[in-house]
């Protein structure tokens, strides 16, 4: 009944975040990044492993084990969840929306709260209140962050930053019929602003920043950008690679890897 009267809610706007999420596609997105994680679950293996590792050694440098918050947590795939619950007070998780299922499992640990929240700012359901594109334009600078993340002992964006902008943007080229170069600035602004959000010295941030398709009739394999923000320069930096579709459903005839870059500052 819970997850039928939040639909319900949404549906009637009575639930502002959650009718926008699912109106600008976050909603599907996260059910998407579930199928696909069905049918890629061994090629993704390392991946996870590789940021669940990382984030477990950034909790035990932080300087307290007070609270921590983790913005993006979806599905817990690239989580530790149960390592964060023991090693903290309490477990923040943030989303702009929580699958049911994940609320479910986390019952069992009762020092996890959730949290549902916008964190490109507002700009999820400034996009829907906009009458043009020139205005949303005009509004974005003065996007605030919902939380003060400064309230942790540490502060985990996990695998988002690239999606910030790409649901927003899809959202934005449907609704306003703009093309990929008046949306540049949009996509650097909104990475840059998360990244300005996140509280220096006690941030760990693990983001996808390349796309490298690989064509399946042998063409030469192309590299795409995906992080236009300015990176905090600090060193040492964990990259690997994650191969993320083998299916062709991401990237029509093309395999699909990211680059992945860790980073605590």
């Known amino acids: 009944m819970h997850f039928f009267k939040k639909l319900i809610d949404s549906i009637f706007h009575r639930d502002p975040l959650r009718f926008a999420a699912r109106r600008a596609g976050y909603v599907s997105d996260q059910n998407g990044i579930r199928n696909r994680y069905l049918r890629e679950s061994g090629n993704w293996r390392s991946h996870l492993q590789n940021t669940r590792d990382f984030i477990i050694e950034a909790a035990r440098q932080a300087s307290q084990h007070r609270s ?3 913005l993006g947590s979806g599905w817990l795939y690239d989580v530790p ?3 964060l619950s023991q090693m903290f007070d309490e477990v923040v998780l943030v989303d702009i929306v929580h699958p049911e299922p994940v609320r479910i499992k986390a019952k069992r640990l009762p020092n996890v709260k959730f949290v549902e929240a916008d964190l490109t700012g507002g700009a999820v359901q400034q996009a829907m209140q906009a009458k043009t594109f020139a205005q949303f334009a005009d509004w974005l600078p ?3 962050s919902a939380l003060n993340f400064s309230d942790f002992d540490l ?3 996990v695998n988002l930053l690239n999606q910030l902008d790409i649901i927003l943007c899809d959202y934005l080229k449907s609704r306003f019929g703009v093309d990929d170069a008046e949306l540049q600035n949009i996509r650097r602004m909104v990475q840059q602003q998360h990244i300005d959000w996140l509280p220096s010295g006690h941030t760990c941030l ?3 920043y390349r796309q490298i398709d690989i064509p399946l009739d042998g063409s030469p ?3 795409t950008q995906l992080v236009f923000a300015d990176m905090p320069e600090k060193l ?3 990259e690997w690679k994650w191969l993320f579709d083998t299916n062709q459903r991401y990237s029509e005839k093309n395999n699909t890897i990211f680059k992945v870059m860790a980073i605590c500052f």
């Open 221 to 223: 394999k192309t590299e």
């Open 68 to 70: 921590v918050a983790v």
């Open 155 to 157: 502060v985990v964006s």
């Open 206 to 208: 693990i983001t996808d």
């Open 142 to 144: 003065s996007a605030k």
């Open 236 to 238: 040492p930096v964990k």
């Open 81 to 83: 969840l149960d390592e």
